[in-house]
T-cell receptor, first 115, second 114 residues
Framework: AQTVTQSQPEMSVQEAETVTLSCTYDTSESDYYLFWYKQPPSRQMILVIRQEAYKQQNATENRFSVNFQKAAKSFSLKISDSQLGDAAMYFCAYRSESGNTPLVFGKGTRLSVIA | EAEVAQSPRYKITEKSQAVAFWCDPISGHATLYWYRQILGQGPELLVQFQDESVVDDSQLPKDRFSAERLKGVDSTLKIQPAELGDSAMYLC????????????FGPGTRLTVT
């Protein structure tokens, strides 16, 4: 079974600075998708960024980018120019490309942004 | 912008009582998911529907949990009887279909069992 590990329960960053959240995963599959979700306090979870495993190019969405290292099974999220609104729980998630398989989430990293 | 609706947002119940949660997915979304999120952990799938059919309920504690999606639109998740260990956030999500489509999450129902 696939597992997702987020080794940083909490992180903090100064406003306007850059922070990197770590994620590793374990799978024997070659085709899959990886995601970062953001869950603000008392608000719904939203997708931040996704990465297809077959793509070598790292995904980027505005201030959010990933460092996808397939061989190392690592998928970190970099947030540039951090804003107060970035404060939230961030979850790394995995989904197999084959069949009707569910998302597998890590335990999350709580990000605080200091003004 | 269309959103997934859930109610109630908060529920406090005593153990051994019955409790039900409701979810209305984004219109046109064929796939609906119920997740349980225990405090300090990531969500875990309880049940997945494709239209009105259950496609995965392998992690649903069927002795006390039930889920239905009559007519393939909104869905209800029921717990009877509730136990202290059921205290958690229950999240509903929907997607256009299963596969690579993005899942959209509702705000969740926070259940506290006393």
């Amino acid at each position: 079974a696939q597992t997702v590990t987020q080794s940083q329960p909490e992180m903090s960053v100064q406003e306007a600075e850059t922070v990197t959240l770590s994620c590793t995963y374990d799978t024997s599959e070659s085709d899959y998708y990886l995601f970062w979700y953001k869950q603000p306090p008392s608000r719904q979870m939203i997708l931040v960024i996704r990465q297809e495993a077959y793509k070598q190019q790292n995904a980027t969405e505005n201030r959010f980018s990933v460092n996808f290292q397939k061989a190392a099974k690592s998928f970190s999220l970099k947030i540039s120019d951090s804003q107060l609104g970035d404060a939230a729980m961030y979850f790394c998630a995995y989904r197999s490309e084959s069949g009707n398989t569910p998302l597998v989430f890590g335990k999350g990293t709580r990000l605080s942004v200091i003004a | 912008e269309a959103e997934v609706a859930q109610s109630p947002r908060y529920k406090i119940t005593e153990k051994s009582q019955a409790v039900a949660f409701w979810c209305d997915p984004i219109s046109g979304h064929a796939t609906l998911y119920w997740y349980r999120q225990i405090l300090g952990q990531g969500p875990e799938l309880l049940v997945q529907f494709q239209d009105e059919s259950v496609v995965d309920d392998s992690q649903l504690p069927k002795d006390r949990f039930s889920a239905e999606r009559l007519k393939g639109v909104d869905s209800t998740l029921k717990i009877q009887p509730a136990e202290l260990g059921d205290s958690a956030m229950y999240l509903c999500a929907s997607s256009l279909s299963w596969g690579q489509y993005e899942q959209y999450f509702g705000p969740g129902t926070r259940l506290t069992v006393t």
